[in-house]
């Protein structure tokens, strides 16, 4: 009896024991039958714990404001590199900075080590607190705060941290790669957000102990949240808008892990979303998990989880299944189709990780604290070994300068109709080019509504007849592609663009071809453009690479159309003056607000009709033909004008202008009350840009329209708007009128003030202190260049910028 008391006492020890395990391990039945299926051999899984950054974007959590570089990107100090053990509920701290900011845990392949992003704070608060994560790894601590974010690896004990990275500028999103490098995004590209006011990463690579750092992308926007394919490819966001909407065009690509092979994985044609934090889904073929964050994206890449299954193509919207209740959840990591490791939290709580299954379920497992704004959980993964991918052997050159492009026919194509074989006669090669600072959420001053880059003209390269082109192009830089006809307009615009790694030959079908269309490995072989060496492009003799409106077409302009088109002879309703307007010059408004004068497409949805935008859609071209009065260009005025509409329609030719140049101009509102209310409610609009004209303030149309004729005016405001009972109103009889002489002081005062400021084409023109910051900071000013008195060209800094940029070969 006592020995059978001893055993159940036994039984109901170990019983208790097992409910105790039980009650103490996070979640519920979720996590327990995860546990016992896809994820066993799952002890701990680790995750990041910082606060979340300051701006709305998905990407701008890094960096500092571009008119502030005190002003940081990040959130508030304290991080954390946390371990959780799903089996007991226990959390392990690895690293603990109360000051400064974890993100972006990868666990190794043996899952011994996990590499990291970290900013680190101010040591001495560290060391105060007894928590100096540099010295308990038996380094050196350094001795300032860092701004910027560097990969670090530590131990999954927590022991040996060490620093790879280092530098001014931030390293973050790394992950292992199966032969031993890292790859990550990293701001070391030295370009800023066209649309915004902080900084880019793009993709690079280094060795395992950080060094021999080198860039695979050349994109002039954000690369994000790299990951390992199973067949050893990378799968990543791309974020790019070559002459597409800024805000509309953010979806999955792949290439290998050496940059070539750049290829559309998911969604390109389908634009709206974000797509952020892809990872295959383990035992599913061809499908993956991702993020699908809302319209532009949300901070700190928030959205819905969905699971996209890509054997159907990159442009089936169907093959995208939505799984999650909710568009708050972040950074998934799968088990499989139906276990999924998030997370999540409302709005403005993202303190929580949760189970999902494959219907949207959830069961949280860990909550960070209770009120969760301050600090959020980010990037949970599991603690245990993986399997390596497959290694693609690199396939670059670096000692080359160049890559090849092979198009086997441009006439295969979505959207060609109409257009018959051997109308394309060559191909235009452009590059847009990237931004070394910016300050505005549009385009302004670049153009007005068009593209956010200037855009260089490197020259063309032929078409064989059967619609095939062979050729040599520069190494990593942003190309894109015109096709021409027999006159040089615009048939079809490639609106994306491609990079080509050094080396590297790669090739298309077509253009804008479906995605799941192939041409047999044969036809390449004996396409005729490859019967003879690639191609070099052929610059383009006597006109500029990158245009400047004022410098480059305004004189055309002048020479042949203002004398009907500007001041007081406004034929047509047209003006065509160089004058300064608040923003631009009167031409550049006219030509870019005018429907059709200038077709060009940008901010907006890609892949138009053949002919629909650029030099074949812009009337301008037929005003120039010879056949409008006597307009008459000479061809190399007509080439101009042409090239000018094909790379961009810019109006500043240098990105010096960013920030500068544009002041406000209004008519008076009690000038507007009294003598305009009546027809126009309110008044004139303030800043309509055609309105005002700040070089000559009594041409400017807000005075002239209403001033009688007899007093010098156009004399167009009328009693009515009904046309048979319409007289002229003569709001101002004459000049000497009281509230006239009102509204063209405040014109003058415009002019005045821009006269101060100076625009970018404006003799003693200087640029804003942040262009020039930032110029320094990229060895392209020196470090004594003094802002205001040290004479710049900013034409050729801007040049001598991109060509910093530019691949040099290596000798090997």
Not at 348 to 357: E, F, I, K, Q, Y
Not at 372 to 398: A, F, M, Q
Not at 764 to 777: A, D, Q, T
């Amino acid at each position: 009896m006592k020995a059978a008391s001893c055993l159940l006492s036994m039984f109901f020890a170990l019983n208790m024991l097992a409910v105790a395990a039980q009650a103490a391990r996070p979640g519920g039945a979720m996590l327990g039958a995860a546990l016992e299926g896809p994820m066993s051999g799952v002890d701990e899984i680790v995750f990041a714990v910082r606060a979340p950054g300051r701006d709305g974007h998905w990407y701008a959590n890094f960096g500092y404001w571009a008119s502030n570089e005190q002003q940081m990107m990040y959130g508030e100090g304290g991080g954390q590199l946390c371990a959780l053990n799903l089996r007991t509920g226990a959390l392990r701290v690895i690293l603990d900075d109360p000051e400064g900011g974890v993100r972006d845990p990868c666990v190794h392949y043996d899952a011994k080590k996990i590499l990291f992003s970290y900013r680190r704070g101010e040591s001495k608060s560290l060391s105060e607190k007894g928590s100096d994560p540099l010295s308990q790894g038996g380094l050196t601590p350094f001795r300032t705060e860092s701004k910027y974010y560097h990969l670090y690896e530590i131990n999954a004990d927590g022991t040996g941290l060490r620093q790879l990275t280092d530098g001014p500028w931030d390293d973050i999103e790394p992950i292992y790669l199966p032969d031993g490098d890292i790859l990550f995004c990293s701001s070391r590209c030295k370009r800023w957000v066209q649309c915004w006011h902080t900084h880019v990463a793009v993709r690079y690579r280094c060795d395992a102990d950080g060094g021999n750092l080198r860039i695979l992308s050349s994109n002039v926007e954000q690369d994000n949240t790299p990951w390992m394919l199973p067949d050893g490819r990378v799968l990543y966001m791309r974020w790019e808008y070559v002459d597409r909407s800024r805000v509309r065009y953010h979806h999955l690509w792949t290439s290998n892990p050496d940059g070539t092979g750049e290829m559309i994985y998911y969604g390109n044609m389908h634009p709206g979303t974000v797509m952020l934090d892809a990872k295959p889904i383990p035992g599913a073929e061809n499908r993956v998990v991702a993020i699908f964050s809302p319209g532009h994206g949300r901070r700190e890449h928030a959205g819905r989880v969905v699971v996209v299954d890509q054997k159907a193509g990159p442009d089936e919207p169907g093959h995208a299944r939505n799984v999650s209740i909710g568009d708050t959840f972040r950074d998934p990591y799968p088990f499989s189709e139906d276990c999924l490791l998030v997370a999540g939290g409302d709005k403005d709580r993202g303190n929580a990780l949760v189970l999902m299954d494959g219907q949207g379920r959830t069961e949280t497992i860990y909550t960070h604290d209770e009120d969760g704004r301050r600090y959020w959980v980010h990037e949970p993964r599991p603690l245990r070994p993986r399997k390596r991918e497959r290694i693609i052997p690199s396939r670059i050159d670096r000692s080359e300068p160049t890559g090849r492009l092979v198009l086997a026919d441009v006439n295969h194509s979505r959207r060609m109709d109409g257009v018959p074989r051997g109308e394309i006669k060559k191909l235009l090669v452009l590059e847009t080019l990237p931004k070394p600072v910016n300050h505005s959420g549009t385009m302004e001053p670049i153009s007005l509504g068009g593209t956010f880059t200037l855009e260089r003209i490197l020259g063309t390269v032929p078409v064989e007849p059967d619609g095939s082109a062979y050729f040599e192009v520069p190494a990593l830089r942003s190309l894109f592609f015109v096709a021409l006809d027999e006159n040089d307009l615009s048939v079809k615009r490639m609106q994306s663009f491609v990079n080509v790694m050094p080396g590297e030959t790669t090739s298309c079908v077509g253009c804008h071809e479906h995605r799941t269309d192939t041409v047999r490995p044969v036809d390449f072989a004996v396409l005729p453009a490859m019967r003879r060496q690639p191609r070099r492009i052929e610059p383009i003799p006597d006109v500029p690479d990158v245009f400047d409106f004022p410098r480059d077409v305004q004189p055309i302009l002048d020479r042949h159309c203002v004398k009907c088109h500007a001041g007081a002879r406004l034929d047509g309703g047209v003006t065509l003056s160089g004058d300064r307007g608040p923003r631009y010059s009167l031409a550049y408004v006219t030509l870019l607000s005018s429907p059709g004068l200038v077709s060009h497409g940008r901010d907006a949805d890609g892949n138009k009709a053949a002919r629909g935008i650029g030099s074949s859609a812009s009337r301008l071209m037929q005003l120039i033909d010879g056949s409008h009065f006597d307009a008459r260009p000479s061809p190399h005025e007509v080439e101009m004008i042409r090239l000018w509409i094909d790379s961009g329609a810019v109006y500043a030719g240098t990105y010096a202008a960013l920030g500068t140049g544009m002041v406000g101009a209004r008519f008076p509102g009690e000038v507007s009350t009294k003598r305009c209310a009546r027809c126009h409610g309110k008044g004139p609009p303030g800043q309509q840009e055609l309105l005002y004209d700040l070089t000559d303030p009594e041409q400017s149309l807000v005075l002239m329209a209403p001033l009688a004729q007899q007093g010098g005016g156009l004399g167009l405001c009328k009693t009515s708007f009904d046309k048979e009972d319409a007289r002229p109103a003569e709001v101002f009889t004459s000049k000497s009128d009281a509230d006239y002489q009102k509204a063209l002081a405040e014109i003058a005062r415009a002019g005045e003030q821009l006269d101060q400021q100076k625009r970018f084409d404006m003799p003693g023109f200087r640029p804003s202190p942040h262009y020039v910051r930032e110029m320094i900071r990229f060895g392209i000013l020196p470090e004594t260049f003094d802002a205001e008195a040290d004479p710049v060209d900013v034409y050729d800094t801007d040049r001598r910028y991109w060509r910093s940029l530019w691949h040099t070969p290596v000798e090997l």
